[in-house]
């Protein structure tokens, strides 16, 4: 099996990350995984990336620790995919399969609702992952749920606890949700790992999503 981490972070782009795009990717080769998607909190989550900027420089900024991962992977032989995780008043959506001339085509996603917003990444070819959907936190103010919104749930997430986690499969399930991992990894150290694997390895995230929505995968 072709192992793959769906949801991690870069310093480059997201504040409360400690290692960078090429240490993520560094990490990710050593325990012999093929490949990555850079899941970075996008302009409404935990950003490092200013506000006052033009969309075009913003959008330039946010795809940094995507472009480092990926450099460092192709000279040491990993595969880095681009993502990002979207945010809503703590609610978050790993948002995959469209890219940074989409985002540049796109300022229009950050006048939308959350569930527009869904709807329109879907619409243009994306999928919606609800990430750690029952996570509680002091800045949660509460559990928001989007069934009709989302392809999937992240039903393991490496850093949640068992209850969350639980819950979250609880819900995925009832509700025909593709069921989702990842690490949620933003230090490139983290002792336990979760993602997705495939039978052969994916070449771009139009399969990835492909293979997502088929079933084609398993968790771990
Ligand atoms: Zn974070
Ligand atoms: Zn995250």
Same mark, same amino acid.
């Given at each position: =099996? ?7 972070? /870069?310093? *480059? ?12 990717? %560094? ?30 420089? @913003?959008? *330039? ?9 990926? !450099?460092?992977? +192709? ?13 809503? @008043? ?13 985002? =540049?085509?796109?300022?229009?996603? #950050? +006048? #939308? ?9 879907r619409?243009?070819?994306?999928i ?5 959907? $029952? ?6 103010? =509460? ?10 749930v +992240? ?5 949640? /606890? +068992?209850? *969350?986690?639980?819950m979250?499969?609880?819900?995925? *399930?009832?509700?025909? =949700?593709?069921? $989702? ?5 933003h230090?490139a ?8 694997s $495939?039978?052969?390895?994916? /070449?771009? #995230?139009?399969?990835?999503?492909? %293979?997502?929505?088929?079933? !084609?995968?398993?968790?771990?």
């Amino acid at each position: =099996m072709f192992k793959y981490e769906t949801h991690l972070h /870069t310093s *480059e782009v997201s504040a409360c990350a400690n290692a960078s795009g090429a240490a993520q990717a %560094r990490f990710y080769k050593s325990k012999g995984y093929t490949g990555i998607i850079v899941t970075d909190h996008f302009f409404n989550g935990n950003s490092t990336i200013p506000h006052d900027l033009s969309w075009a420089e @913003k959008v *330039e900024r946010f795809c940094a620790g995507y472009e480092n991962a990926r !450099k460092c992977g +192709e000279e040491i032989g990993i595969d880095v995919f681009f993502g990002w995780e979207y945010s809503y @008043k703590g609610s978050d959506f790993l948002t995959y399969g469209l890219d940074k001339e989409w985002l =540049m085509r796109n300022p229009v996603i #950050m +006048e #939308m609702d959350v569930n527009s917003y869904c709807d329109y990444v879907r619409d243009n070819g994306g999928i919606i992952i609800h990430a750690h959907p $029952f996570r509680e936190a002091s800045y949660i103010s =509460m559990i928001r749920l989007l069934p009709r919104k989302c392809d999937g749930v +992240e039903i393991v997430n490496s850093n949640r /606890t +068992e209850l *969350e986690n639980r819950m979250a499969a609880i819900y995925a *399930e009832n509700y025909g =949700m593709l069921p $989702f991992a990842g690490s949620d990894n933003h230090t490139a150290a983290q002792e336990r790992l979760n993602g997705v694997s $495939f039978e052969s390895p994916i /070449t771009d #995230m139009a399969d990835f999503n492909d %293979r997502i929505k088929n079933k !084609k995968y398993r968790l771990f």
